[in-house]
DNA sequence: ACGAAATTACTGAATATGCATTCAGTAATT
DNA sequence: AATTACTGAATGCATATTCAGTAATTTCGT
């Protein structure tokens, strides 16, 4: 047996097993168990427990985000470009549950390291969406007023939020399909009912929203 | 010095520590003298180390819902009540952080027992907003076809990642008032340029939308 | 009003346990 | 024969929890 085979053997039991029981309550030997190795063999391929938690990090985060570029690359038009992003995003969590509880759950409870790594490639996430939303606004099809920071936040808690629901309850309601196709067209179009004649229905009402987007602090 | 007394200061002292190193990594004994007690002393006020995690949320979260509730009653429309919502929601997060940490992180990834505990207190919080659109589409101002139960998610998810972002990066590019603001609007109008004559730039493209909403699975 | 006895509250060093990590020994490969 | 890969029982440490002892508070008889 090659080397990169039990190093993978155990990347992915240890994801199987951090996904179950969480980081602090998963057990080396039960990892070892699951890989079918030693538990002295890990340490031969890890540091430590957390080496194992880091390097899960840094071998498929990656992964993803080179997907997700790739898929999008050859789509033009911003508002499917948002579509797309959140079908690919939902997919991958769908297709990756125990790596996304990882991510999602493990990763953001961790010392201040992983913290701040986890934030820098999550950043290189974010910063896709926020890249749409410019690209959209330059070709006038989005609102200026749009903050695009505050924007990618918004959408990529939104979609993590929807996939969360998933990993708790096994059998699904809606289909990623019509989740994504929901969560975009809120962001695209909105809730509120289009009245014919009116850009908005909330363009009746100037109290809902006096001086939209005048409290700004810092750029 | 009265019982309640040190029932709460050690729970605030446990609010505090828990915040900062996270359950697992959290001493009692740094509780005990963050709260000014003996070490033993926690334990004739909790079972144990978990029971006093599961004494914070009971004793918080019923809290939160309470207050919300109550603030948004005086509010009659809709799409105001999705922005008053999303103000209050923010508002209490800064103003309470070390709580909102371990409700959003630590609650996370804790026993079966807490998370569906946590689940359902957290439902009830969901409930307020899609009671919101249900409300709004009873009014005719909100369109028929969102779904309530996705559109609760999206739009909590939304408020949640902003807020990570706040707990994490202590100086505060945006201000509550606008994140709150360009939040609910992103949901009540969508980022699409609102062309003039046209209820929205995305029915332009007949391409992006094609059969809106016709792929449900269950109710 | 006072002190003694009883009750209740608190202390923190000692205990016990659980588990990550090590390493001397064995097996497989070169 | 030498090197490399693996094993799993033994080690050692960290810390949640306990409990014998001390302090504070309350009760009650004179």
């Given at each position: 047996m090659k080397i990169a085979d039990k190093h993978s053997k155990i990347l992915q039991a240890s994801i199987k097993v951090f996904a179950q029981k969480g980081f602090y309550n998963a057990r080396i030997s039960e990892i070892a168990q699951e890989a079918n190795v030693a538990d002295g063999t890990i340490y031969l391929?890890?540091?430590?427990?957390?080496?194992?938690?880091?390097?899960?990090?840094?071998?498929?985060?990656?992964?993803?985000?080179?997907?997700?570029?790739?898929?999008?690359?050859?789509?033009?038009?911003?508002?499917?470009?948002?579509?797309?992003?959140?079908?690919?995003?939902?997919?991958?969590?769908?297709?990756?549950?125990?790596?996304?509880?990882?991510?999602?759950?493990?990763?953001?409870?961790?010392?201040?390291?992983?913290?701040?790594?986890?934030?820098?490639?999550?950043?290189?996430?974010?910063?896709?969406?926020?890249?749409?939303?410019?690209?959209g606004q330059a070709a006038g099809v989005f609102r200026q007023d749009v903050m695009p920071g505050i924007f990618k936040r918004a959408f990529f808690g939104a979609l993590d939020e929807m996939s969360r629901f998933w990993l708790l309850s096994s059998k699904k309601k809606y289909t990623v399909n019509l989740a994504a196709r929901q969560i975009s067209d809120f962001f695209l179009q909105g809730i509120a009912r289009q009245v014919p004649g009116r850009t908005s229905a909330l363009n009746d009402d100037s109290s809902v929203s006096p001086k939209l987007f005048s409290d700004v602090v810092t750029v």
């Open positions: 391929y890890f540091n430590n427990k957390y080496d194992i938690l880091i390097t899960i990090f840094e071998e498929e985060i990656g992964k993803i985000i080179a997907k997700v570029k790739q898929e999008l690359a050859n789509v033009e038009d911003p508002a499917e470009k948002l579509y797309k992003f959140a079908l690919i995003h939902l997919n991958i969590v769908e297709e990756n549950q125990d790596l996304a509880e990882i991510i999602q759950v493990e990763l953001r409870q961790s010392s201040k390291f992983i913290k701040e790594y986890r934030n820098k490639k999550f950043a290189e996430y974010l910063n896709i969406i926020s890249q749409i939303v410019r690209q």
